[in-house]
């Protein structure tokens, strides 16, 4: 079996656990399973409009699946730009299949940060790992058992309170 065999089996067996566990809808379910048939040696990187005619949902569908990944940790993204006629043009997303668990949680604090903080233009990988301890060390008094909270579900602190504990950050 291919490494990329193997990546997609692995996230496919996620994506069906959650699926079975409740925590995805039918939608989310066939649009991240859609999402893991694009990877290919030369990376990951289809458009939300291929992955709707793929799946044959509405882009909109799409993007609210796709979303509902980043919460989880299953995926990340990353904006892909190119130079046209010399400006910089957006593309399509590079996205990251992960299966372990590690990213997974580095990458739910730092999708969790963005939509807490829009104001927040970048977070970093040193912030996204500083927030992803917090959550586990909170996680018994915060979140009921998740490894990390929903972005819009209810929250135990308020935003100045989590504004505070991202300054910290800074100065540790």
Known sequence: MSRHASVKAA?????????FDRQLKPSEKSVLMTLATFLGAD?????????ARACRY????????????YELGLIERTHR???VEGRWVRTSNTYRLLIKATDQVRAAGKHMARAIFRGVQVVSD??????????????????????YPEPHGPSQ??????IEIIKGWGTI
Not at 11 to 19: A, C, T, W
Not at 43 to 51: E, F, K, Q, V
């Open 157 to 162: 602190l308020s935003p100045s309170e989590w």
């Open 126 to 147: 040193r912030m996204a790992q500083k927030a992803s301890r917090d959550i586990h060390i909170q996680e018994k008094r915060l979140l009921s058992g998740r490894r």
């Open 58 to 69: 509405s882009v909109r569908t799409v993007i609210r699946a796709l979303e509902r990944g």
């Open 81 to 83: 730009r190119k130079r």
């Open 11 to 19: 996230f496919r067996k996620q994506v069906l656990g959650l699926y």
């Open 43 to 51: 990376g990951l990187y289809p458009s939300h409009d291929a992955i």
